[in-house]
């Protein structure tokens, strides 16, 4: 257990409503990841974190922003809802940089748009 | 740009059968590679990597080889369970960002 605690598990929501995902570590991870997960693409990069107040964007930004102000917290932002934002959102630690560091999942929050 | 290529599924086999998924990557250098698990309704879970060519990594009884000149890293497992049914991914890890193939779906029957 990596100590990643995702809320809310499971959303559904209307078009055009703004939405946040948290996740939640107590790891002290420096790195943490936003994915979404989609039939047919794998897992996609939203957007990602290497420290407070540092965050960049990934391959499928658009329509989502980030915060993270404290080490812990990791929250994703859906501005404004649409339909192609449905899927299986997770979030990811990694303790430090380097290429041969795995990362380690939340279990996910499904979310709906209808 | 970098990518992961592996078989796709679902695959389906007997209990105790062999077991071999395919992955291949484009890279430039030497990215490390790893297979992650998924169970119904849970996260991934790292399964296990390697770091470098010739490099092999195993876990429960799963193993896979870093092959260079191929640009491989084919999952195997000698004898599979029904535990065993889940969803694998291939990955490669370039500058901090890990790069996942599609996804294996993999059925295993008592």
């Known amino acids: 257990d990596a100590g990643i605690t995702q809320s809310p598990r499971h959303k559904v929501t209307e078009t055009g409503t703004p939405v946040t995902l948290r996740c939640h570590q107590t790891?002290?991870?420096?790195?943490m990841y936003w994915y979404r997960q989609d039939p047919g693409h794998g897992l996609r990069l939203i957007h990602y974190s290497y420290g407070v107040k540092d965050t960049d964007k990934g391959e499928v930004s658009d329509g989502y922003s980030v915060s993270r102000s404290k080490t812990e917290d990791f929250l994703l932002t859906l501005e404004s809802a649409t339909s192609s934002q449905t899927s299986v959102y997770f979030c990811?630690?990694?303790?430090?940089?380097?290429?041969?560091?795995?990362?380690?999942f939340g279990d996910g929050t499904r979310l709906s748009i209808l | 740009g970098d990518s992961v290529t592996q078989m796709e599924g679902p695959v389906t086999l007997s209990e105790e059968a062999f077991l071999t998924i395919n992955c291949t990557y484009t890279a430039t250098g030497y990215p490390s590679l790893f297979w992650y698990v998924q169970y119904p309704g849970e996260g991934l879970q790292l399964l296990l990597k390697a770091t470098k060519a010739d490099d092999k990594g195993s876990n429960k009884g799963f193993e896979a080889t870093y092959r260079k000149e191929t640009t491989s890293f084919h999952l195997e497992k000698g004898s599979v369970q029904v535990s065993d049914s889940a969803v694998y991914f291939c990955?490669?890890?370039?500058?901090?960002?890990?790069?996942f193939g599609k996804g294996t779906r993999l059925h295993i029957l008592p």
């Open positions: 990811a630690i990694s303790l430090d940089r380097g290429s041969n560091q795995p990362q380690h």
């Open positions: 990955a490669l890890n370039r500058d901090d960002k890990i790069i």
């Open positions: 790891e002290n991870h420096r790195y």
